[in-house]
């Protein structure tokens, strides 16, 4: 499971330190992909591969998975980390993410997203807000 939030940068290159943390969870190759609210979901092979299996069940005659489907899977790119545990970010994942300089990391389950830090900041929420979105969760059968 991954949790917790790390500051980190990208370099000139397009290249992105991973929490130690998250390295030994996410393995030697996992996948970067266009995440919802702006930012990156990081899959370990493991965990892609079950998603794949969500997606394959999904009928093709719906427009929406259509739509979802081209979404999640034409900017996913399988990447690797480099000996100083950093991994390089695609073009079109960076610029979808507006990922230039100064990201957060963030542990989210089964995932990592990566985010640009003012729009980690833009998204946090305040308690006021946490009650109304606590209220909807138990909706949904789940209660803390």
């Not at 089964?110 to 009650?131: A, F, G, L, S």
Request: charge should be negative; glycine fraction near 6%; proline fraction near 4%.
């Amino acid at each position: 499971m991954f949790m917790g939030e790390y500051n980190h940068t990208v370099d000139p290159k397009g290249r992105l330190i991973v929490p130690a943390k998250f390295r030994e969870q996410l393995g030697a190759e996992f996948v970067v992909t266009k995440g919802l609210d702006g930012c990156l979901f990081v899959y370990p092979m493991e965990e892609w591969h079950s998603m794949e299996e969500k997606f394959r069940s999904i009928p093709g005659t719906s427009k929406d998975a259509r739509k979802f489907s081209r979404f999640f899977f034409a900017g996913a790119a399988q990447t690797e980390l480099d000996k100083q545990g950093r991994v390089l970010l695609p073009p079109v994942l960076r610029d979808y993410a507006a990922l230039e300089k100064d990201v957060v990391l963030v542990g989210v389950l089964n995932r990592v997203e990566i985010w640009n830090k003012d729009r980690w900041q833009e998204n946090t929420y305040d308690e006021d807000e946490m009650d109304d979105i606590a209220e909807h969760m138990a909706e949904m059968g789940f209660s803390i």
